[in-house]
């Protein structure tokens, strides 16, 4: 106790000391306000800043940035670079599939599912398990619509697995390299455009796939009206899922910009499924070669049908 009060006393005295050298120096006490920077305090008056920085996770992008260039710091042509794109437990990959499947209103995808740790493990087979979900199903539909004609034999198309995998797989990286360079660029222009990381996106369109393999497997019935209920709910969940993510990063941005920029992303979406359900399920009526009937003068007489 006595070395304490001795030390205490040393520090009084070089403050005494200091402020003896130098009387005009400003001094700062523990019970006075600190006062808000004039930025600070006009952020705190904007009505819903605060809303749009828990919308959009730009709160704490700075703490995420961070984590994620300590987690990447390995260069990235050896394997621990791209090894921790596939850092992710089942549970994990589960509750972003639901996410997908019941997207929340007015959440942020991003922020409260992919944003902690963004992966390609999910996005990876989601697309490859549709791409092979498509091909069989469009085969089995195929057979269906053409079972019990007489001339009709069952051939399996295994080209489907290539054309399904080409388009599921250049939708899945394409569009969203294209939406990261478009919000790069507007982020240049206004400077309250929030960019998403390019493998934020493409988590963001992996897992919004989700809801086509269940659709693709219900597409076998073969109903054109059920078909077509399918893809307006399967396109109302995957879209919202792109509109509640995209749209609060582009809504400060022009008005006319942010409306054909989510527009565009909701007819790319609509484009794809429209297209597999009419390349792979709707098979054209396949022409039939007619029965060649002999006749009673020699001569043969052939039927052309349909």
Known sequence: ITCLVMYLFAEFDD???????????TTISIDEPVEIPKNQHSRLQEPGREEDDELLGTDDSDKTELLA????????????????????????????????????????????????????????????????????????????????????????????????????????????????GFLMWRNSKVMNIVSYSFLEIVCVYGYSLFIYIPTAILWIIPQKVVRWVLVVFSLCLSGSVLVMTFWPAVRDDNRRIAVATVATILLLHALLAVGCLAYFFDAPELDIPAPIIPAHNGTTVITKSH
Do not use: M
Request: glycine share 4%.
């Open 15 to 25: 403050a005494a000391n200091l402020l003896a050298a130098n009387p005009d120096a």
């Open 69 to 180: 260039g300590q987690k990447k710091s390995a260069p990235f042509w050896t394997f621990e670079y791209y090894q921790t794109f596939f850092d992710v437990d089942t549970y994990q990959v589960l509750d972003r599939i639901k996410g997908s499947v019941f997207p929340v209103p007015g959440k942020n995808f991003v922020r409260l599912y992919i944003r902690s740790n963004p992966d390609l493990y999910g996005p990876f087979w989601i697309c490859a398990t549709l791409v092979f979900t498509i091909a069989v199903s469009g085969n089995l539909s195929n057979f269906f619509i053409h079972l019990g004609k007489p001339t009709y034999h069952y051939v399996p198309e295994f080209r489907k697995v290539s054309i399904a995998a080409t388009t599921i797989y250049a939708y899945a990286w394409l569009v969203p390299l294209a939406l990261w």
